[in-house]
């Protein structure tokens, strides 16, 4: 993609996810996950939330835009956002059906689409979310738009002239840093940030702030679902252990029962 | 659109987006920031000022302050909704928080423009305190009964007396003061802590809510100048109780913070604790305690919220505050006690989280007016309306 003149001021645009709130013990009925659960922000994307406007509050950004795809109620997790340090947000809304089907696939070919308006400098996302565990989508939005990524960030900076971010990664053992080229698409981890309260003032303000609806079916994409789900269940129930009298009875367990060995 | 047709045909019960964004947020500062460092406050006595402050940072603290002095402008059903979470985290550090409310409620009933830009301006300036200062080691249901005397002396007052039980007594930067005088009548002022003459007594060791500071307080030949009177001469008493319109409510949802908090972790001991071969959550007996504690947190939520709603339409509310103080209070002492004995032998041990809830929660049928003094408000307007 053609990277148009440095930017004297960057916008990032923060992908945020309302999913189900890490406190729900999920529940599988009749062969479905139980949806009508308390959901939230994803808190890796609160992570994000905070990385952009950490990146705002030092002048290196200056308009932090908030984007959720999601049915109706999701309008709260960019009004959360808002109320964080957004200017303004977007809410792709589809109905409950629409939003169920959506594979990361679609999420991300929509943020490519909505990058067409947003031409974001920096897209920040959560590495996943904590409901399906993907990390697809920041990989995918990458390539879509063909441009660099920086995925697992546990410390993020911009270069001085803006050109650039260097990602410092949080790989299986330790650390690799990364520099790439503005945009990009940066997913964030664990470790980058603490994120801050919505501050309860800026809850109240956050309730005069503009939010763009787009409804999901107006974007001209095509979402049909590329996989099939063929089962959805529950983990088996978690068996009690027991206690082994010596180390060949260990061993046989090990090899006859849990056949681990 | 659904929910507003609703709303016109009937009253809601369901919080609005903003009010769930306000009460999510204070359930998280009160598990991430209060909940770890309770215990440690409630054994020192520590005061909790870095909570305060993180709490005052974040639009926590002096909810009711109108914006134009700095403050977050907050509804009193907002602030009640805050103020629930927050004792659920802890009452102590609750109160410490809600006593600047209770102060600053005779200025905002009662204060010039100047008063209320100075003295409200001071707290939503930076994170400090200040404390309702009525209470005498004589007379505390008696509000009538004080004996701390104001002489009029040409631009000034002198003002001689002891005040006791002060909340954020030894910690505030101003407190509310009632005192009486012969020619006068009851005076309300605003006193500088540091004016000379203030003696703050040493930190009361408390049954409970013990990181809140609360002692005794002595005024000797206390000069006090007439531009500090809050309203008129005489106004004292009237303005120190319509305070209490306004505070009651947001006590009675600390006491609902309190007992759902207790409730919370009586279901969830009772869920994992085995007797006679089951979990005792199976037991009639148990499961009757637990149903009894949820329906009176959910009656004393409601009765808060009408009493605070009633104050937001501008309403007289005074009963509805008492009837929700009273209530709450009774039933969060029942709660706590309940969950102690849930917890059986562990529910009297430091090591679990509920006999704190008991010790704490006793004070909340004493102070901002006894449960007895709030049946007696009760039943003088049931039986004059």
Not at chain 1, 79 to 94: P, T
Not at chain 2, 96 to 123: D, F, I, M
Not at chain 2, 309 to 314: F, L, R, S
């Amino acid at each position: 993609m053609l990277r148009r003149t440095l930017p004297s001021s960057m916008r990032a645009v923060v992908g945020v996810k309302h999913a189900v709130d890490y406190t729900i013990k999920v529940q599988v009925k009749g062969g479905q996950v139980v949806k009508d659960v308390r959901h939230s922000m994803n808190p890796f994307d609160e992570i994000a939330m905070e990385a952009a406007v950490q990146l705002k509050e030092k002048g290196i950004v200056s308009e932090v835009v908030a984007v959720t795809i999601g049915n109706a109620k999701a309008v709260e997790c960019v009004r959360v956002a808002m109320s964080l340090g957004a200017d303004r947000s977007v809410h792709v809304v589809g109905d409950q059906t629409a939003i169920d089907n959506l594979e990361t696939l679609q999420v991300a070919k929509i943020f490519a689409k909505l990058h067409e308006e947003l031409q974001g400098d920096i897209y920040l996302m959560g590495k996943q979310a904590i409901d399906d565990d993907q990390c697809h989508t920041p990989q995918m939005l990458a390539g879509l738009l063909n441009i660099p990524q920086g995925t697992f960030a546990a410390g993020l900076t911009v270069a001085d002239d803006k050109s650039s971010v260097t990602v410092q990664r949080e790989v299986d053992d330790g650390h690799q840093t990364v520099n790439v080229s503005l945009p990009a698409v940066v997913s964030c981890d664990l470790r980058l940030n603490t994120p801050r309260f919505p501050n309860i003032r800026n809850i109240m303000k956050a309730k005069k702030m503009p939010v763009n609806t787009m409804k999901i079916e107006d974007l001209g994409i095509d979402l049909t679902p590329r996989t099939a789900t063929l089962e959805i269940s529950a983990p088996e129930a978690r068996k009690g252990g027991g206690k082994v009298a010596d180390v060949d009875e260990l061993i046989n367990k090990l090899k006859n029962e849990a056949k681990a060995i | 659109m659904m929910r507003r047709a609703v709303q016109r045909r009937f009253m809601s019960f369901s919080l609005n987006e903003e009010q769930q964004m306000i009460q999510d947020m204070a359930r998280k500062f009160a598990k991430e920031v209060m909940i770890p460092v309770a215990a440690h406050h409630d054994k020192t006595g520590e005061y909790p000022q870095d909570v305060f402050a993180k709490a005052w940072e974040n639009g926590l603290a002096n909810t009711h302050v109108p914006e134009q002095y700095g403050g977050p402008g907050l509804s009193n059903l907002d602030s009640v909704i805050i103020t629930e979470e927050l004792a659920y985290g802890c009452t102590g550090m609750g109160t410490a928080l809600e006593a600047n409310g209770l102060a600053s409620a005779p200025v905002l009933v009662a204060g010039s423009e100047e008063q209320k830009t100075e003295y409200l301006g001071r707290l939503t300036a930076e994170p400090i305190q200040a404390a309702y200062c009525v209470t005498e080691p004589g007379a505390g249901s008696d509000v009538q009964g004080i004996k701390t005397k104001a002489v009029k002396k040409g631009d000034e007052y002198v003002v001689n007396g002891s005040k006791m039980w002060i909340t954020n007594g030894g910690v505030a930067n101003w407190y509310f003061l009632l005192a009486k005088s012969e020619e006068e009548g009851f005076l309300g002022f605003v006193v500088d802590a540091d004016t000379p003459g203030i003696t703050k007594l040493p930190k009361e060791i408390n049954m409970g809510q013990r990181c809140s500071d609360t002692r005794g307080i002595t005024f000797e030949d206390v000069v006090i100048p007439a531009k500090n009177l809050l309203g008129k001469p005489g106004d004292g008493f009237k303005i120190a109780m319509k305070a209490f319109d306004k505070t009651r409510p947001p006590v009675a949802m600390g006491a609902v913070g309190l007992a759902r908090r207790a409730y919370e972790e009586a279901v969830a001991y009772a869920k994992e604790r085995q007797t006679f071969g089951k979990a005792i959550a199976e037991h009639q007996a148990i499961q009757f305690m637990l149903a009894d504690m949820l329906m009176g947190i959910e009656a004393g939520r409601l009765l808060v919220y009408q009493a605070a709603i009633a104050a937001d339409e501008g309403k007289r509310n005074t009963h509805l505050a008492s009837m929700a103080k009273c209530f709450c209070a009774d039933h969060a002492n029942k709660v706590a006690t309940d969950a102690v004995q849930i917890f059986g032998g562990n529910g009297f041990n430091s090591g679990y989280p509920v006999e704190k809830l008991m010790r704490d929660a006793k004070i909340y049928q004493i102070y901002e007016g006894t449960s007895q003094v709030q049946r007696m408000i009760i039943s003088r307007w049931l039986l004059s309306n």
